[in-house]
């Protein structure tokens, strides 16, 4: 515990948004952040290098995915999660749960944990509390997810009953076997969308969350209303003093409106993915650059973007890239996306800082409109 801290520098009083600094053996974290994600040791196209150079504070990684490739006992023999993949910043490491449930037809699930076959190879293991917390302390990472239950959007009471109920047996198991020291067990609140347990929930986790808590299972084909509904009802809830985590959550719109219901931590696949297929993240919403309006547009996706890609190339040139299938052109947009959102959470954190916070929510809300066509 002594090696992490969380400071709440100022919070919006009509919100509820919070800028504060998170610090942890890797380094300080300016708080709302969003980390984009290394499910397998790489952000996906990206180096090192073009992370630092977009000001990515922390990243993610995933327990499940690098148990089965290559094995958390390389990572180990390589000196750890940090060393292996040359990243000397925060990590964040994801239990697998989530994996395991979404990724594995076949799976038994008890106390014990979680019996499953590999989506690679089909072979069974198993994957108890203990194993993930073992897991987890020989990759390294900073920050450790307790091993949790997901339920789908639209299980029933019942069945999101018992999946918080092993969510607080899991959690005691994997406490009682984390490693400590330089790293920190985040528990996760899960209960589906029903109050009640998620207040129970609150409560199973609160002895455990020294130093930070998460929120699973949102944002798995709930409407976007739905989920801020209940952000709003944790955020009373949740305590106060620690980092807050939504998991999985980190389109921009989501972004801002999480930091305003006092999120602290946000990731998702969504910014590399969506590069991937051509598409752009803007101020004025999703640009879906791969269009022929834009084979001749010489300007940059945005006119007051930092990031690499907008400083040195046109819409014109990534179209061509991105149609030519030349690997480029999904590395220059997924750079851009992720600056974008690490962006407009360090935006939103001055906004924060300076008292506008509201005004900036309302400013980001009327120009950010989603668009499949993208013609601005």
């Known amino acids: ?30 708080t709302p952040v969003y980390m984009p994600v290394g499910t397998q040791a790489t952000v996906k196209g990206l180096r090192p290098e073009d992370l630092h150079e977009m000001n990515a504070q922390i990243i993610l990684s995933n327990t499940y995915h690098l148990f089965l490739r290559p094995g958390h006992d390389i990572i180990e023999k390589a000196g750890g999660l940090h060393k292996f993949m040359n990243w000397d910043r925060p990590i964040l490491t994801d239990s697998g749960g989530f994996q395991v449930f979404s990724l594995s037809k076949l799976r038994k699930v008890s106390e014990n944990g979680v019996e499953f076959a590999s989506h690679l190879s089909g072979q069974k293991f198993m994957m108890t509390p203990k194993l993930c917390m073992e897991i987890q302390h020989s990759l390294g990472s900073d920050i450790n997810m307790a091993l949790d239950q997901c339920t789908e ?20 198991k994997c406490a009682e076997a984390h490693a400590g020291g330089n790293q920190i067990l985040f528990p996760i609140v899960q209960g589906n969308l029903y109050k009640d347990l998620r207040a129970k929930c609150v409560e199973d986790c609160k002895p455990y969350a020294k130093c930070g808590i998460a929120i699973g299972g949102l944002s798995v084909g709930e409407e976007k209303s739905v989920m801020y509904d209940m952000l709003d009802f944790l ?24 930091f305003a219901r006092g999120i602290d931590m946000m990731d998702c696949v969504l910014g590399t993915r969506i590069a991937r297929n051509g598409t752009a993240f803007t101020k004025k919403g999703k640009m879906v650059i791969k269009n ?33 299938g030349e690997m480029l052109g999904a590395e220059l947009l997924s750079i851009h996306n992720l600056r974008f959102l690490i962006k407009l959470a360090e935006d939103s954190r001055e906004a924060i800082l300076g008292d506008y916070f509201p005004e900036f929510r309302e400013q980001f809300n009327q120009n950010y409109k989603i668009s499949d066509k993208g013609a601005f």
């Not at 029933?156 to 969510?167: F, H, M, Q, S, V």
Request: charge should be negative.
């Open 1 to 30: 515990m002594e090696n992490f801290k969380f400071e709440i520098i100022k919070e919006c009083k009509k919100t509820g948004a919070r800028a504060g600094i998170f610090h942890t053996p890797h380094g300080d974290i300016k």
């Open 153 to 172: 959007a639209g299980a029933t009471y019942a069945e999101a009953e018992k999946a918080r109920d092993l969510t607080k047996i899991w959690l005691e």
């Open 235 to 258: 955020h009373p809830i949740l305590p106060h003093d620690q980092p807050r985590y939504l998991m999985g959550v980190g389109s921009p719109d989501c972004l801002v409106e999480g």
């Open 292 to 324: 022929s309006i834009y084979k001749d547009d010489f300007r940059p996706i945005e006119d007051d973007c930092d990031c690499y890609t907008c400083k040195h190339f046109t819409r014109a040139y990534i179209r061509h890239l991105i149609n030519a």
